[in-house]
């Protein structure tokens, strides 16, 4: 690490660990740590004026949050994404929104339907456009359709997932760069979907609309979905 950074203002607000953390996230989102970079925790320590113990507590959350590799012997790094990692995130992402999907489906949906709708909307007029901003609106939506499980272990676990997401999604080297003439699976039309869908019918729609993100991401539906509601 190079440099020196402005030391982390301190208030009682967020602890220190949790600023180191959000500081080094920023660094590796904006590749001013790129995949592959060596961290040592002493001299981020002194370059933003706290001592070792927050630096190691931020550490430790980025290794299981999954931006970070420690090997013992040789230190820690910034995680390198491919092909591989990306196709075992979403297959992950996909195992967690069709679980929630069989619990929220029908009546919990509809209770929620216009505010979700809205932000479907949104979604569906800005693909393809520039990230984040579509990103961030594709979270927002599946994220609240996961909390409609009312399953807290499960909505921590998809928000673990999707942050990993937002870093990869920077990485344009590992994306299928045929992009044009990509049918999306419009958000509207899954919600509709949602609200009549029995638990096997909502996981399925699940399924098949994620598949239609990794076929642009990846060049090829990880999920070998097949049928429809």
């Known amino acids: 690490m190079s440099g020196k ?5 301190r208030n009682n607000r967020q602890s220190l660990s949790a600023k180191v953390h ?3 996230l920023g660094q590796i989102s904006s590749q001013a740590f790129p995949p592959g970079t060596m961290l040592k925790r002493r001299e981020i320590a002194e370059a933003l004026g706290v001592s070792y113990a927050p630096v190691t507590e931020a ?3 980025l290794e299981l949050e999954g931006y970070l590799v420690t090997t013992p012997r040789k230190g820690t790094v910034v995680r390198s994404f491919g092909p591989k990692e990306i196709a075992e995130n979403l297959i992950l992402r996909e195992a967690l929104e069709c679980q929630a999907a069989r619990l929220y489906c029908g009546e919990k949906i509809k209770k929620h339907y216009d505010g979700l709708c809205l ?5 569906d007029e800005t693909f393809l456009e520039e990230k984040p901003k579509n990103w961030e609106l594709e979270y927002r939506f599946h994220s609240a359709l996961v909390a409609l499980s009312e399953c807290s272990l499960l909505l921590d676990e998809f928000n673990r997932v999707m942050k990993l997401g937002s870093f990869y999604e920077l990485y344009d080297t590992v994306f299928n760069k045929n992009k044009e003439g990509h049918v999306l699976d419009k958000h509207v039309n ?8 029995n638990a096997d019918q909502a996981e399925n729609l699940i399924r098949i609309h994620l598949g239609t993100s990794s ?3 990846l060049g090829k539906d990880v999920f070998h979905a097949s049928s429809s509601l």
């Open 5 to 9: 950074s402005s030391s982390i203002v």
């Open 22 to 24: 959000d500081y080094l």
């Open 59 to 61: 550490f430790v959350q």
């Open 119 to 123: 932000l479907a909307v949104k979604i």
């Open 190 to 197: 899954l919600l509709k979907n949602l609200c009549i869908a």
């Open 215 to 217: 076929k642009m991401i």
